[in-house]
């Protein structure tokens, strides 16, 4: 029997769906997390209030992994939104800042994956604990496509630094 989820549980769950469609939406209209956009700034700030509420969950009774991984996003952010300002860097800033935003959007996933498939469906969820081979296998494929993805990202804004050094 899966566990009941708290009142808290439900408003993080549903917050926590804002930087997900926020992020998807940035990733497949501009491949990319862009601070400067609406749907930048509505995914950092979904971002940080889902963390913000996921601390006052925990099935251990204290600070788990989700909460690390919560910490772990907001350094990405935060790394993310100062590393522009590094003129020390120099083009490497562009590919670094985004990549921040990008490994920020994998960690928000590895606790959501891990939820929904230990407590969905309702009734009969489809694995038993983050041990479970489903939600490992799961996780492995979601770091593939996080690896895949950034590579692509890489690929993109390269091709784009190009075309306008070229116009």
Known sequence: MPHPISTLGACHTIVSLVP???GL????????IDSTRQSGRIYLGGLVVSVLTSFGLSST???????????LALLAIGAALLIPRISILGRARAYLSQFGFTFSFFLLLVPGINETLTRLPVAHPLAEGPASPLVRGTLA????????????QYWWM????????AA
């Open 158 to 165: 390269r091709s784009q630094r190009g075309r306008v050094q």
């Open 141 to 152: 494929a979601w770091l593939g496509i996080f690896v895949v993805g950034a590579a692509l």
């Open 20 to 22: 997900f469609v926020a």
């Open 25 to 32: 939406y940035s990733f497949v209209r501009y491949h990319g």
């Open 61 to 71: 009774g204290g600070f788990n992994a989700g909460h690390a991984l919560g910490i």
